[in-house]
């Protein structure tokens, strides 16, 4: 039984409460009885009139019910009860996002491209970290670090939002783009540590091995989890640009992903390979890598009791003196 900050640790004592308008009716039907009787032939002799005492003798009774009731929420322990919180994180996880920026990324097989639509999901993944540090890779023939790892989410979601094609040298270096994000999570002191690789393509520039970065990754206990982003089949994309204009032409082409090496690096290290067919089941994969790694949080409780009931025991004595002294002074003829 709480009322705000207020509650009883006992309330089953508080059903005795139910005794006292009985106890009030016995008394008052049983209230001829307490006085002895004596018959006379007359009263004339006797001076009562302008008494009140008789009247209030009563008062004795209520003192006795008040005391009772006192006791009876006494030992229902009435205390007030401060609640204080602290959160504690028992599992960081650092995490970098290694997004391909390659010119098919600009590919409309997801809408309004690969490109735009990752950057939605991402940041809307980046919401939902809000006890993660993340960091931003992106890599196309080369790779760069577009943002170290981080805990402040305003600049994660911004460099996400500034993602563009054009950034780097065309290509598509896999071996490249998780080589520096393992570079940037390799001094981590994060109990977790995660990749997010993604890519639409197959390894065909830089000068690092895929599986020669897989194994740094591994050999730092370092999870990866890879995505294929593309359409089964054909899909179109970017295929020439006019250099006056700036305007990319598209060309329907086979979306060609290497599935064999994505699997193979998220089978090395621990983590799960996806493929994002639509921008609905692109959304799916990083919902389901949101959940696979939740980091571990603990909220401690301090509870700080003010107990009530010492009042209460106090209040029932001064009832008990009260209706003692009364009965030994006032109404002590009226007995």
């Known amino acids: ?37 004596l018959k006379m032939s007359s009263t004339k002799g006797f001076k009562t009139q302008g008494s009140i005492l008789p009247k209030l003798k009563p008062l004795l009774h209520l003192l006795r019910l008040l005391a009772l009731a006192c006791l009876i929420i006494a030992l229902a322990r009435p205390r007030n009860v401060a609640v204080s919180k602290k959160t504690k994180t028992n599992r960081g996880i650092d995490i970098v996002m290694a997004i391909d920026v390659s010119a098919s990324m600009l590919a409309k097989d997801l809408q309004p491209n690969r490109l735009e639509a990752l950057k939605r999901v991402a940041t809307d993944f980046v ?3 809000p006890n993660d540090r993340i960091g931003i890779v992106v890599y196309a023939g080369e790779s760069f670090t577009q943002t170290p790892i981080t805990s402040d989410k305003s600049i994660v979601k911004r460099t996400i939002s500034e993602i563009k094609w054009g950034q780097l040298e065309d290509g598509t270096a896999i071996g490249m783009g998780l080589g520096s994000a393992v570079n940037r999570l390799k001094e981590s002191k ?3 540590k995660v990749i997010i690789l993604l890519t639409d393509g197959v ?10 970065a897989t194994e740094l990754a591994k050999g730092n206990e370092i999870k990866v989890y890879t995505i294929g982003i593309g359409t089964n089949g054909m899909a179109p994309v970017p ?19 290497d599935e064999a090496l994505l699997k193979h690096i998220a089978s090395e290290t621990n983590g799960k390979y996806f493929r994002a067919t639509n921008n609905t089941k692109l959304k799916e994969i ?5 959940k696979l790694e939740k980091t571990k949080i603990e ?25 003692f002294t009364l009965k030994n002074t006032l109404f002590k003829s009226f007995i």
């Open 203 to 212: 390894n065909n520039a830089g000068f690092v091995d895929p599986k020669t």
């Open 190 to 192: 994060a109990k977790s």
């Open 239 to 257: 295929w020439a640009r006019d250099p006056r204009t700036g305007k990319i032409s598209f060309k329907n082409k086979p979306v060609e992903i």
């Open 127 to 129: 919401n939902r970290r």
């Open 1 to 37: 039984m709480k009322w705000n900050n207020f509650e009883f640790h006992n309330p089953e004592f508080l059903w005795l409460l139910v005794l006292i308008p009985l106890l009030a009716f016995w008394s008052f039907y049983t209230r001829k009885k307490d006085s002895a009787k």
């Open 286 to 290: 990083y919902d389901e890598i949101d």
């Open 299 to 323: 909220e401690f409780k301090y509870y700080n009791y003010s107990e009530k009931y010492r009042f209460l025991v106090f209040l029932a004595g001064i009832f008990l003196l009260l209706e």
